[in-house]
């Protein structure tokens, strides 16, 4: 700057650029704000050179992360110029450190005390911009890997697309591409953090999501006429708290009832947000014994009271007074069978072969000679074949045949299955493909599950 001059247009010099130099902080000092009547749109169109006046450069909000700086710069405000400093250190790979920052004033050095690059900016007068006054921009000092001005927002607002088009990222991917295009360091800790605070931006708090469930439900129930939603909550003296929500779409009623079989698989899966929780779902089989979604619900933990909730509004919503005209199929989930004992008293109940076979390996019953007797047994179609392979299986270990004394062969071969929903499924695939095809669902937020 000049020793003497003159504010001019917005642009500080002489006296006054001596004094804001200076280490003193004055909040009422006027020479802390250039003093300029022109507002910033005005700069804007002189800065296109419309009024033929003195044009001083505005900041292009599009070159954050690549800027370059010049006296006589303008800043929408103090955050735009601070956030443009930062990315200039992280250019330049040098750290910077603000040695001064008010209301008025904001200054900046060089992190290596020998190096003499300094850039001061200074508020405009009745305005928020800030207005770059003295530039050194020469450094003596050499690059270096680790700026500290590297910091976790300035990662999640550069790269937030980044995440908004592949929320799965791999941090340890995502580092190592930073630190390749910046040449610059990036702890393992920023980059996790950068991700975590991007999906929080895209997705919302956890606490947003939950508290908007009564608006998703009074949704549903508007653009999906005959849908029944039901949100439990826990009350108490001073707000109520989640406890369970479920839902069964109408246009998914009518066509379950319309034309699918009487079989109904039921499965519980976790939920890996940030709150936890479990999905309880409800699927069909379409004429094509391809899957059909009938109702899903949200509950804290897995246990006889939450199924035995999710169960009586089930029935209710298909309207099932005759418990034998439907069958269900299960993994044997905790408390599902005393749910079912209670709700569907005389509904036939098959057990996942697969699952069955898991547990007879638990039992101690191992090997391909045991694995193919049970699922002999549970192929065969009539009754005097499955007599045949239960005695095939006897002789092979008689304590693998006593192992099924207590479990009824109507519950897992076909020989016993009744005929009424001609459907002869050994297992549970409905629901295990349903709880792949949602799976990324599942590891957001619990609002997110629902809406996807």
Not at 61 to 85: H, Q, R
Request: aromatic share 10%; hydrophobic share 35%; glycine share 6%.
């Amino acid at each position: 700057c000049a020793e003497s001059g003159r504010v001019e247009s917005g642009r500080v010099e002489g006296e006054n650029a001596r004094d804001l130099d200076s280490n003193e902080s004055s909040e009422d000092s006027e020479v802390d704000v250039v003093n300029n009547d022109v507002d910033l749109e005005e700069k804007r169109d002189s800065d296109n050179g419309e009024d033929g006046g003195p044009a001083h450069p505005l900041f292009n909000v599009e070159e954050t992360y690549d800027p370059i700086f010049e006296i006589g710069m303008l800043f929408s405000n103090k955050k735009e110029f601070k956030k443009a400093l930062q990315s200039h250190a992280i250019k330049i790979k040098r750290t910077l450190k603000i040695t001064k920052n008010n209301k008025r004033r904001v200054y900046a050095e060089c992190g290596d005390a020998e190096c003499e690059w300094k850039l001061h900016a200074i508020k405009v007068k009745d305005e928020e911009a800030f207005q770059i006054n003295l530039l050194q921009p020469d450094h003596s000092c050499p690059q270096i890997f680790g700026v500290k001005n590297m910091k976790t927002n300035w990662l999640k607002d550069k790269y937030l697309q980044i995440f908004k088009s592949d929320p799965k990222r791999c941090v340890k991917g995502f580092r190592v591409d930073c630190i390749n295009e910046l040449t610059v360091n990036v702890s393992k800790q920023q980059a996790y953090g950068a991700k975590k605070a991007a999906l929080k931006e895209i997705e919302g708090a956890p606490e947003w999501q939950y508290s908007r469930l009564w608006d998703y439900s009074e949704e549903i129930r508007r653009t999906n006429p005959g849908s029944t939603v039901v949100v439990g909550t826990e009350d108490n003296l001073r707000e109520s708290r989640f406890s369970r929500f479920y839902v069964c779409f109408g246009a998914l009623k009518r066509g379950l009832k319309a034309g699918c079989r009487p079989i109904i698989g039921v499965d519980g899966c976790h939920l890996k947000g940030p709150h936890g929780g479990i999905l309880l779902t409800a699927i069909g089989v379409d004429p094509n014994n391809n899957l059909f979604p009938i109702a899903y619900a949200v509950v804290d933990k897995e246990c006889r009271e939450t199924w035995e909730w999710f169960l009586i509004i089930l029935k209710h919503d298909l309207e099932i007074i005759r418990d034998y005209e439907y069958t269900f199929m299960s993994d044997k989930q905790k408390g599902l069978m005393q749910a079912f004992g209670e709700i569907f008293l005389g509904s036939d109940h098959r057990y996942c072969v697969r699952h069955l076979h898991n547990n007879f390996k638990v039992a101690g019953f191992r090997g391909l000679a045991c694995k193919n007797a049970l699922w002999n047994a549970a192929r065969a179609c009539t009754v005097s074949e499955w007599k045949m392979k239960m005695d095939e299986m006897k002789k092979l270990s008689e304590a693998a045949h006593d192992w099924f004394n207590d479990k009824p062969a109507s519950q897992w071969s076909r020989s016993h299955f009744s005929e009424f929903p001609t459907c002869d499924m050994l297992l549970n695939n409905v629901c295990e493909t349903f709880n792949a095809c949602i799976l990324d669902a599942r590891e957001t937020h619990s609002n997110n599950v629902r809406m996807d």
